[in-house]
């Protein structure tokens, strides 16, 4: 059961600064604590959907740097076998509204772009080997009520 916030997915908002300069994108409450690893992700097109997969124990923070992503997320009844119709949380994320997701443990996550040339940098809590011991996977098609077209 989920009862404190920190289980929650939730987005952290930054802000962003422009001058004759150039823009700065920046996010002074995101706190690094317990990252230990990043990568990126940069779809080759707007159909492709990577979903799903899931951990119990790792924290991920998915921080669009190009483009924009529509995250589909479930907090599942069981991890063997959650149930198809499962509710799932639907997040867009943008690059131009400087938004970091906090994806807590315990999540199922999918995603896919919006936008052509869209790109992901994922922060993750777990280290590689970590994660693959925690690791759980289900076909794009398993859960019904996802929607991936907006």
Same mark, same amino acid.
């Given at each position: 059961?989920?009862?404190?916030?920190?289980?929650?997915?939730?987005?952290?908002?930054? &802000?962003?600064? /422009?001058?004759?300069?150039? %823009?700065?994108?920046?996010? #002074? +409450?995101? @706190?690094?604590?317990?990252?230990?690893?990043?990568?990126?992700?940069?779809?080759?097109?707007?159909?492709?959907?990577?979903?799903?997969?899931?951990?119990?124990?790792?924290?991920?923070?998915?921080?669009?740097?190009?483009?924009?992503?529509?995250?589909?997320?479930?907090?599942?009844?069981?991890?063997? &076998?959650?149930? /198809?119709?499962?509710?799932? %949380?639907?997040?867009?994320? #943008? +690059?131009? @509204?400087?938004?970091?997701?906090?994806?807590?443990?315990?999540?199922?996550?999918?995603?896919?772009?919006?936008?052509?040339?869209?790109?992901?940098?994922?922060?993750?809590?777990?280290?590689?080997?970590?994660?693959?011991?925690?690791?759980?996977?289900?076909?794009?098609?398993?859960?019904?009520?996802?929607?991936?077209?907006?």
């Amino acid at each position: 059961m989920r009862n404190s916030s920190e289980m929650q997915p939730t987005l952290i908002m930054g &802000e962003t600064h /422009r001058d004759n300069r150039g %823009e700065i994108r920046y996010f #002074n +409450s995101f @706190k690094f604590e317990n990252v230990v690893r990043m990568y990126q992700i940069e779809p080759m097109d707007t159909e492709i959907i990577r979903a799903w997969q899931g951990h119990k124990q790792e924290r991920k923070y998915f921080f669009p740097i190009v483009g924009r992503f529509l995250v589909n997320l479930i907090f599942p009844d069981q991890w063997i &076998e959650p149930s /198809r119709c499962s509710k799932v %949380e639907s997040f867009q994320i #943008n +690059s131009k @509204k400087s938004q970091i997701l906090d994806i807590p443990p315990g999540y199922i996550n999918g995603f896919r772009a919006l936008e052509l040339n869209s790109s992901l940098i994922v922060f993750s809590s777990s280290t590689v080997t970590e994660s693959t011991k925690d690791d759980y996977r289900w076909p794009v098609d398993y859960f019904s009520e996802a929607i991936w077209h907006q």
